[in-house]
């Protein structure tokens, strides 16, 4: 039997095994066997997302009412029919979380494929893609689970660093970070610290709750860490960009209402607040407007050409892997496990918010 972990598109706390028996491949098709996947707070932003953003629509569960949360992670070939897609070969990318998958690989290089399902075709072209672990510069056996946690958040940390860089901060000399514990969110701030010295580089402030205020001031990538019922003892003076990766609607109205009309940007990046997702309309001070990484990687590819963008992405990741991983004062723990109750619990766990921000889940069924 395939299996699959599916959720409630309306009700993320209602989960069910979804089975059925394994399907015969048709020309044109691959078989994978799902390895290990990560699963963070980033994934259940991709629940909560799923219906404005189509993540429902990669791992279609059959049901109406029920949906796949799409994962990060590595598989490996099982049965192929197509040329060039080798059983027995890993490759690096998007998958359901289930014990195995079936894609319909296209455009098969070197580098690896796109899946190129009819469901699929709609949906931008980074979630569609599989890197092969045999050609991949960036690939090593040791730290594929690091790979796995922090590699495709990291992506949208880059972008956003660039985007707000690009756009010469909106004119502001503040950056404030909500959820500044999460991955995403450290990221950006790695991002950000490397450009301290650089003329205009705004002061970073990551928000955070009381609970991960030691751990997110320890990390050292923020220029100063604010607990979120101080925010408003803050000086409201200069101009700021709010980056919300908490999608807590209380907490980005108070932002509005502190800074008004200084607050030159308000972006959306992420619902690590899940329960407390809420609009923006009506708020002082601009739209907040949601974070569209695909753009960016449109725009850059346009001027600095895919291999020139994968280049300075590749850089940055690579610093930021060995910050993360330095034994010294590492800010990651992985933390790995196997089976349905590990997946079903790590999942209740992320939901409430009581995994450890230090600690990055790696799974597998």
């Given amino acids: 039997m395939t299996t699959m972990f599916a959720v409630g598109r309306t009700d993320l706390r209602r989960t069910r095994w979804h089975e059925t028996p394994p399907v015969a491949l048709r020309s044109g098709e691959a078989r994978l066997r799902i390895d290990l996947f990560a699963l ?35 598989a490996t070939v099982s049965e192929s029919l197509v040329d060039g897609v080798d059983v027995g070969e890993r490759f690096y990318g998007y998958w359901p979380m289930a014990d195995e998958v079936v894609l319909a690989p296209v455009r098969v290089i070197a580098e690896g494929f796109f899946d190129g399902a009819a469901h699929r075709r709609e949906r931008a072209e980074v979630y569609n893609r599989y ?13 594929e689970s690091l790979r796995a946690l922090l590699q495709p958040l990291f992506i949208t ?3 956003i660093d660039d985007f707000l860089a690009d756009n010469d901060w909106f004119g502001a000399r503040t950056v404030l970070v909500a959820s500044a514990s999460s991955k995403t969110a450290y990221g950006l701030g790695f991002c950000l610290a490397q450009r301290r010295g650089e003329p205009d580089r705004p002061t970073v402030i990551g928000l955070t709750s009381a609970t991960n205020l030691a751990f997110t001031r320890e990390l050292g990538c923020y220029d100063e860490v604010v607990a979120y019922d101080a925010l408003a003892a803050m000086p409201a003076g200069d101009r700021a960009v709010y980056v919300d990766m908490s999608g807590d609607a209380a907490l980005r109205a108070a932002v509005h209402q502190r800074w008004g009309d200084l607050l030159a940007y308000s972006c959306s990046v992420g619902g690590t607040h899940w329960q407390a997702l809420g609009g923006g309309k009506g708020l002082p001070g601009p739209r ?6 695909p753009a960016q990687i449109s725009k850059r590819v346009a001027e600095w050409g895919a291999i020139g963008l ?13 910050r993360v991983a330095d034994p010294r004062a590492p800010w990651l723990r992985v933390v790995s496990a196997r089976g349905r109750e590990a997946v079903q619990t790590t999942y209740a766990e992320l939901l409430d918010g009581r995994v450890a921000a230090a600690e990055g889940r790696v799974l597998a069924l």
């Fill in 310 to 322: 994968q280049e300075r992405l590749a850089s940055a990741w690579q610093g930021f892997a060995a």
């Fill in 157 to 159: 940390s880059f972008l």
């Fill in 288 to 293: 907040p407007v949601l974070f569209f990484a």
């Fill in 40 to 74: 963070t707070a980033n994934n259940v932003t991709y629940g909560a997302f799923g219906e404005a953003m189509h993540y429902w629509d990669f791992f279609p569960t059959g049901d109406a009412e029920t949906g796949c949360i799409p994962v990060w992670g590595f």
């Fill in 131 to 143: 890197l092969r672990c045999s050609s991949d510069p960036l690939y090593r056996p040791e730290t």
